[in-house]
């Protein structure tokens, strides 16, 4: 158990198997100012040039000590690939969607012949290749991306992907195997191009956007669909407090589901997963680490470690501005409690 390299001790720890500690990784964005500074690979030059992007991925590996190199920065790749119109931000802001290409009908909606070949995907997958031979075989790489229901209202627009949830069931249907699809196949391509975990982030999803009546009889088969044709290990993330849809994401077969702080009991959602899949977070990334102190920062880390949580991680995307001090601490307190 003792020399248990960091890929094995994540694979491990998601896939339900022996470690000889929880690891501490982050499944969500990573991309930090004060990295982006001390490297030379800024946002927004660094969502689209695959050495920079690379770069500043290892760099939280490097010097946070977080045991995962995980890229990209956003969630609007694939919905930019497949015809969105994206604002790319700031050294500071995300890139997000601003204009869609299926507000009205579906008529149109076409799978582009040469998918992985549009926008920022050829990008994200050079990246990842670039990473993989910096690194070495036995750090795992994780590859991100917005999951299939957040791409079908990005491509939809979500007024009317909430107006055809309760109107035209035929067209959200239609519009969800669409994207279903499309993650897949991107999915795939990064495990091809290196990454050892694919991590989807569906805010969309949420019980905030959608009913948990909506995500067990329309979400969830297609959230199978994508875990069960993805050639790796696969971890969820649904923002908001999901405990009224927990036991629905337990059965999407995913093998770790990633989880705010707004879950509350680390204890009562383990029970609820049985032995279904693994939780992974739950450090609240606005209000513990961006803000610390450290001390609340260990506390909060050792806190979720004791109650069992499998991947101590950022309940979310981590703030661009969250000092690189605030990251190591997280790391800290996981080796602080097996000290």
Known sequence: ????????????????????????????????????????????????????????????????????????????VLAEAMGCEVNMGTVSRQPSVTAHPYTKDLEDMKMPENL??????????????????????????????????????????????????????????????????????????????????????????SPDLMSPDSFKNELQSRLQRFSSEVNSVTVLHVCGNVTPILDYMADCGFEGLSVEEKVGSIKKAKEVLGNRARLVGNISSPFVLLPGPIEKIKEESKKAIAEGVDVLAPG????????????????????????
């Open 1 to 76: 158990m003792a020399d248990m390299t960091l890929r094995e001790r994540l694979l491990n720890a998601l896939e339900g198997k022996e470690v000889d500690k929880v690891p501490v990784c982050s499944v969500t964005q990573t991309g930090i100012v004060e990295l982006m500074d001390e490297v030379g690979a800024p946002w927004p030059e660094a969502h689209s040039d695959p050495d920079k992007m690379a770069k500043l991925a290892i760099a939280n590996y490097e010097l946070s000590g977080l045991e995962a190199v995980r890229v990209p920065y956003c969630l609007t």
């Open 316 to 339: 979310c995307g981590i703030a661009p501005m969250t000092p690189l001090s605030h990251i190591k601490a997280m790391v800290e307190a996981r080796n602080e409690y097996y000290a």
């Open 116 to 205: 992985l070949d549009m926008g920022r995907i050829r990008a994200v997958l050079d990246s990842i290749k670039i990473i993989r031979e910096r690194v070495g075989p036995d750090v795992p790489i994780i590859g991100g991306l917005e999951g299939p229901i957040t791409l079908a209202s990005d491509l939809a627009s979500v007024k009317s992907f909430m107006k055809w949830s309760i109107k035209k069931p035929d067209l959200l249907r239609q519009v969800l195997d669409f994207a279903t699809d499309a993650t897949i196949a991107y999915a795939n391509s990064m495990v091809l191009a290196g990454a050892d975990i694919i991590s989807v982030a569906d805010p969309v999803a």
